[in-house]
């Protein structure tokens, strides 16, 4: 009994965990193209459940088309975003950073409110309700679609950082902007594609998720700073050590809330982020020599 | 200096006479949230716009003010005028000890610790619910009295919130000015630089967030007994924002934009009542606006603008 319950938690855990992964993937990657913390993150994430939301129901698109549509539009948000509110910022010291990013999450927010309303807004699974039984406990279909989709994503990912001429260039500017530069690389452009991509990202953490929680134009605000959170534990790496920071932190949560207490599972996220940023800001598998400034 | 006092006198009087153009309306009351948004624009002020240290939980420590004062007064009887000092006190120690692992982080980190820290309390708020109340509130929390004056009206509570926000603001423009404030802008241009001649920029920077917790503590108790109930939602994430709004707004490191900042985004929602829904996208709209066009905040970029304006005004002139 108690054994089955832990293992219902820990599935559980873990495709929430997923999720938290790919946005982490999300901020690490513009983080590592550009030293900016994006806090509006989350926003893309909501914006891809809510698209998808007006794809079905608007457009009556049937769910394969829906998703890419509300990916692309995403990304095309993220793109408008760095091209309107990060490129055009005269000081960007991190403190300005950090104010317009805030300011241009909350614009988004606030738009997606007069947009799809107030509402909580439900979408329908990708493939049906029956539960799976797995030992004792029971999974749903979506959560299997919640880890193939995260592991299709981060394999491309890998892909496309170590395998092709525009990732090798996206690392390039993480090690070292002004040399990338020197030798070619269109930093600026590559500073695009990395909005880009992790919005692409966020939105599909959005619409994979969605299914499962419901969606509503504020629910990005948690689901940014739990990814945050994921990579800060991952050490802001755009690989495998956020993936588990993610898998880590959503165990966790999943864990605590069933054992301890559900009220303080959001507490959860925020004191280990705390702990790892006093104890450990180089993250839990990083080497003590990058410095979190 | 003596402009310095000039212009806080000013000030004070036209704080002292405004209640008698509105004769003690609707206005009035919003006028004590001005009040009290002040004091809290120039704590987060002193914190950001002086040494340069972003906090995305001051709500937090408002809340903990407002809370501390109100579960002291309402559930165990004490005197309003004791619980404040305590709550201040006993927010000013957690702000100095979780000072010093949470400064020793920069920039995207420090915000993201502070705002981390301040959902935590909110979390804390809404949870003790034998405590607090829960997410239904606490009410029943009196009103302060002094020498048989009980400040439960508008008009009273507007002198007792403006008196006290008048010697914050005192209080922060001698702290500018003085050997401390030169040492914070020292810090916020280059801890280096500073810790080289001879400022202790760690303890200085937890000692200034340990200040700015204490006024906002204190500004929390004050907002506890004039409202006389308080519910977790006044001091969530969003809350922390709006400050930051409002000191970006006035102008970083300046006491008087502080007011500015708070002045408007307090009137701004009452004005626009018929906007209500859209206050969020105002608010994100106007930081967004304020950091790319003017990023000195209204104090120096109205100045600025006319200046600009005239001046092209004279090249169109010559050319």
Known sequence: ?293 | MKRELLKFLAFSVFVLLLPLLFEGGYLMNVLVFVGINTMLAIALNLLLGYAGQISLGHAGFFGLGAYLSGVLTATYGWNPWQAMPVAAIVVGCMAYLIGFPVLKLKGHYLAMATLGLGIIIYIVFNETIDLTGGPSGLSGIPNLEAGGVVFDSDVKNYYLIWGITLAVILFAINLANSRVGRALRAVHDSEVAAQVVGVNARLLKVQIFALSAVISSLAGSLYAHTMTFISPASFGFNFSVELLTMVVIGGLGSVYGSFLGAALLTLLPEFLRAAQDYDIIIYGGLLVVMVMFMPGGLVRGVPDLFRRIFKSRGGAGHA
């Not at chain 1, 910022?89 to 805030?102: A, E, G, S």
């Not at chain 1, 700073?225 to 994921?230: I, V």
Request: charged fraction near 10%; charge should be positive.
């Open chain 1, 1 to 293: 009994m108690q054994f089955d319950q832990i293992l219902q938690y820990v599935l559980s855990g873990l495709s929430t965990g997923a999720i938290y992964a790919l946005i982490g993937i999300g901020f690490s990657i513009i983080y590592n193209a550009t030293g900016i913390i994006n806090f509006a993150q989350g926003e893309f994430v909501m914006l891809g459940g809510l698209l998808t939301l007006t794809c079905l129901d608007l457009l009556k698109l049937p769910i394969w088309a829906a998703i890419p549509c509300a990916v692309a539009v995403s990304t095309l948000a993220g793109l408008l975003f760095e091209r309107l509110a990060i490129r055009p910022l005269r000081q960007p010291t991190p403190i300005n950073l950090v104010i317009i990013t805030i300011g241009g999450s909350i614009l988004i927010r606030g738009l997606a409110m007069l947009i799809w309303g107030k509402d909580t807004h439900a979408i329908p699974s990708f493939s049906g309700d029956d539960p799976i039984a797995i030992g004792g406990a029971t999974m749903l279909p979506q959560h299997l679609w919640i880890f193939a989709i995260t592991v299709v994503i981060i394999v491309i990912n890998k892909f496309y950082f170590y395998h092709t001429i525009s990732g090798k260039a996206m690392r390039a500017c993480a090690y070292n902007r002004r040399a990338a530069g020197l030798v070619g690389i269109d930093v600026r452009r590559m500073v695009l594609f990395s909005f880009m991509i992790s919005s692409a990202m966020g939105a599909v953490a959005g619409i994979i998720v969605a299914p499962l929680t419901m969606t509503a134009y504020d629910v990005g605000v948690m689901l940014g700073l739990k990814g945050f959170c994921a990579a800060i534990i991952g050490g802001m790496s755009s690989g495998m050590a956020t993936v588990v920071g993610g898998l880590l932190l959503g165990v966790l949560e999943s864990l605590g809330a069933g054992l301890i207490s559900s009220g303080y599972k959001d507490a959860i996220a925020f004191i280990i982020l705390l702990l790892i940023l006093f104890i450990r800001p180089q993250g839990l598998f990083g080497k003590a020599d990058s410095e979190r400034v």
